[in-house]
């Protein structure tokens, strides 16, 4: 009996996370649509609500109707790169305080350090830098770190 009372509290708990988790919200901005996939995936998994668009002017129109806790953004991208979109959003009242994820694969490019790259920009340093390819390990861990711990 005292297995099962157990396996019960253990599943409530659980639970109670989960349903904590769920109430963060993570937009995803990525041109990739297995990028998008990818990160939902995992994300979702943890217990997240994820919505994932495929440019930044769609991640603009989603930010009109809904207020993310936090947003996962590619740098490199067609219509607007993650850079103007990142510092559009920083400039802005209604979007300033909501954690940025910047996710790249351009460190090689730039040959450097992104901390140093966004200090230059004299704009603020986003919340945390994600080289491609994304370890679901790391992606789970800093979305943790920013949002708290879910499962």
Known sequence: MGAVIYMQDYLKIRGK????????????????????TFYTTVLEEKGYSVTGV?????????LQVARPDLILLDLIMPDKTGINLFRDLKKD??????????????????????KKFFEGLRTR??????????????LVRTVGNILGPTL
């Open 93 to 114: 009242e209604r979007y300033k305080d909501i954690p940025v994820v910047l996710i790249t694969g351009i460190k090689e490019v730039m040959g450097g350090d992104h």
């Open 125 to 138: 340093v986003p919340a945390a830098y994600l080289e491609k390819p994304v370890d679901p390990k790391a």
């Open 17 to 36: 996370r989960r349903d904590a988790a769920m109430g963060k919200k993570i937009l995803v901005i990525d041109d990739e649509p297995d990028m998008v």
């Open 54 to 62: 495929n440019s930044a002017q769609e991640g603009l129109e989603f």
